[in-house]
């Protein structure tokens, strides 16, 4: 179980993650050596999972996002584990969910622009076995978006 200073320390990770240990153990208020136990032991427990940059898209070139909700005609075994399989190897899908619902996933697609996109549909999500209906709902602004968990609640 974590505490209050593994969530501190969890915090300003998130925040930034090249943050050295002394300075993270400063932050906290605990000693280095015991900054670097905590850490490598959230890292052992699977807590923290690796890390990473976080990039800027405009920046990048990618500038269009759409929403896509996304049914399957049958929720066989194969048909939904083609579908996983199919979608875990896609770089612009970003997350993919299964939800309740009108659809069953839910899909947060960065592409370079609209053409891009079309192709994506084209060649790849309309051309998935089993799925029998998409909507896309087009992202005109991303007012908050995050891979940080809320620790500093």
């Given at each position: 179980?974590?505490?209050?200073?593994?969530?501190k320390?969890?915090?300003?990770?998130?925040?930034?993650?090249r943050?050295?240990?002394?300075?993270?153990a400063?932050?906290?208020?605990?000693?280095?050596?015991?900054?670097?136990?905590?850490?490598?032991?959230?890292e052992?427990?699977?807590?923290?999972q690796?890390?990473?940059?976080?990039?800027?898209?405009?920046?990048?070139?990618?500038?269009?996002?759409?929403i896509?909700h996304?049914?399957l005609?049958?929720?066989?075994?194969?048909?939904?584990?083609?579908?996983?399989?199919?979608?875990a190897?896609?770089?612009?899908?970003?997350?993919?969910?299964?939800?309740?619902?009108?659809?069953?996933?839910?899909?947060?697609?960065?592409?370079?622009?609209?053409?891009?996109?079309?192709?994506?549909l084209?060649?790849?999500?309309?051309?998935?076995?089993?799925?029998?209906?998409?909507?896309?709902?087009?992202?005109?602004?991303?007012?908050?978006?995050?891979?940080?968990?809320?620790?500093?609640?």
């Amino acid at each position: 179980m974590i505490d209050e200073i593994d969530k501190k320390l969890l915090r300003h990770l998130q925040t930034d993650s090249r943050t050295t240990n002394s300075q993270l153990a400063a932050k906290a208020g605990i000693s280095a050596s015991s900054c670097w136990r905590r850490i490598k032991s959230l890292e052992d427990i699977g807590l923290i999972q690796g890390y990473s940059a976080l990039l800027n898209r405009d920046i990048a070139g990618f500038e269009f996002s759409a929403i896509v909700h996304l049914s399957l005609s049958r929720q066989e075994e194969n048909t939904v584990q083609e579908f996983v399989r199919a979608v875990a190897v896609r770089p612009e899908i970003l997350d993919c969910y299964a939800t309740t619902g009108d659809f069953d996933y839910h899909l947060r697609v960065v592409v370079k622009n609209i053409t891009e996109y079309n192709t994506f549909l084209d060649e790849f999500l309309f051309k998935l076995p089993g799925v029998a209906q998409i909507r896309s709902n087009i992202v005109l602004k991303d007012i908050k978006s995050s891979q940080s968990l809320p620790f500093n609640q």
